[in-house]
């Protein structure tokens, strides 16, 4: 149990749902289109959380910088967005998760850097009723820096060392430490950023459900 606790903030990509599905729908729709085989959910996991950069690095070896990114850039994201919630799924227990933080008055939200164009239609198709959802648009900073989650710990009136921060990412880790808040790494993700255990995360857990025992 967290002392003090008073909300429970999440991740979206490899933390609250499994979105891999539908990303590497899209980066494998682009690969057949040039020609190449599709690669694997088990290859394109990893890279999950890391956006159009991670994505596209991984199935094109291309970064920001090459020419050819901005237009694989604009497909990708056209792609996505038409199948944005086809394959995604809330990871297994987080539903009763999300019940038991309700349950105990606590109050909850997402902070992502998935820009809000997509993780607004995104969270609404999965039926979920966050009291504060943070893009990677919504502040002038991503994570890992602090700036999304104080602002949903502001939007929620609670002070960030009575929040915990539930990730599946170093910088999920890094930018929870810098606000003061409580990071607890999400196992069970897509866990990009080397060795979790390297990360200074103050818990670890395996299934959405053990995080009740930090509640």
């Not at 991670?54 to 070896?61: D, E, I, T």
Request: hydrophobic share 40%.
């Amino acid at each position: 149990m967290v002392q003090g606790l008073k909300s429970v903030l999440f991740d979206l990509d490899g933390t609250l749902a499994d979105t891999a599905p539908d990303l590497g729908y899209a980066l494998n729709r682009l690969r057949l289109d040039a020609g190449l085989d599709e690669l694997s959910m088990e290859e394109i996991r990893p890279q999950a959380s890391n956006g159009v950069r991670g994505l596209l690095g991984l199935g094109f070896g291309i970064s920001p910088e090459d020419e050819s990114f901005s237009g694989l850039r604009e497909k990708f994201l056209a792609i996505y967005m038409e199948n944005l919630c086809v394959g995604t799924r809330l990871f297994e227990g987080m539903d009763e998760l999300i019940g038991e933080i309700e349950r105990r008055g606590l109050s909850w939200g997402i902070v992502t850097n998935k820009p809000m164009r997509y993780t607004a239609p995104l969270v609404e198709k999965l039926g979920l009723h966050a009291q504060v959802v943070v893009g990677g648009d919504t502040c002038s900073r991503q994570k890992p820096h602090p700036d999304p989650l104080l602002h949903a710990a502001t939007q929620l009136s609670v002070s960030p060392a009575e929040c915990l921060y539930l990730g599946d990412d170093r910088r999920d880790v890094e930018a929870s430490l810098s606000a003061g808040m409580y990071p607890v790494v999400a196992n069970y993700g897509y866990l990009s950023g080397g060795k979790p255990e390297t990360w200074g995360a103050k818990a670890y857990i395996g299934h959405p459900m053990e995080l009740v025992d930090f509640l």
